[in-house]
């Protein structure tokens, strides 16, 4: 076995909370495992002459309810929370995922970005008149600003039932 492909517990929880993953079963993926992952499978079968069961997959939430084609990571386990990286098919890992996913981490982050957009909106908003008139004009539209988008973001989030990358990670549930 290639010890770059041995992942613990810990490991495989990190990734899946940074890029917004799920660590399942592999019996709950809705997509076909491809050829290249199963023919390795058999090599590491014959290779090591064991059965190899109880595989799980790191992939997006949709591959696991949507018949969608996502780009999962197979894993067996291999004792004492340890797991061994099978096949890796196609690009779920990519920088810009972990950056647009960066929102949903956790609440820290959610309010994090609320306030960068919070700041960004107060700085393009124009206030030159209105500062004449009123002195705190612009900590009054960052406020405003602040409270709307953590509300209307907020809102959104978990009336469509969504959760931070923390809580979903291992989380086994099909929708309907």
Request: glycine share 4%; charged share 20%; net charge positive.
């Given at each position: ?43 590491l ?53 972990k ?22 909106g ?11 008139s ?43």
């Amino acid at each position: 076995m290639e010890t770059e492909k041995i992942f613990h517990k810990n490991q495989i929880k990190k990734i899946c909370i940074d890029y917004r993953l799920r660590f399942l079963d592999s019996s709950l993926f809705a997509n076909k495992i491809p050829e290249e992952a199963l023919t390795k499978i058999i090599a590491l079968e014959k290779g090591h002459n064991i059965k190899l069961e109880g595989f799980k997959i790191v992939a997006p939430s949709k591959a696991f309810n949507l018949k969608n084609y996502d780009d999962p990571l197979l894993f067996v386990p291999i004792g004492n929370n340890y797991y061994y990286l099978i096949h890796q098919w196609g690009n779920d890992l990519a920088w810009y995922r972990k950056l647009v996913v960066l929102p949903f981490k956790n609440i820290v982050y959610f309010l994090l970005f609320c306030l960068v957009v919070s700041l960004m909106g107060t700085y393009f908003t124009p206030t030159n008149n209105l500062s004449k008139s009123v002195a705190l004009a612009p900590l009054i539209i960052f406020l405003f600003l602040f409270k709307s988008i953590v509300g209307t973001i907020a809102y959104y989030f978990f009336m469509m039932r969504k959760n931070f990358n923390n809580m979903i990670w291992n989380r086994p549930f099909k929708e309907n």
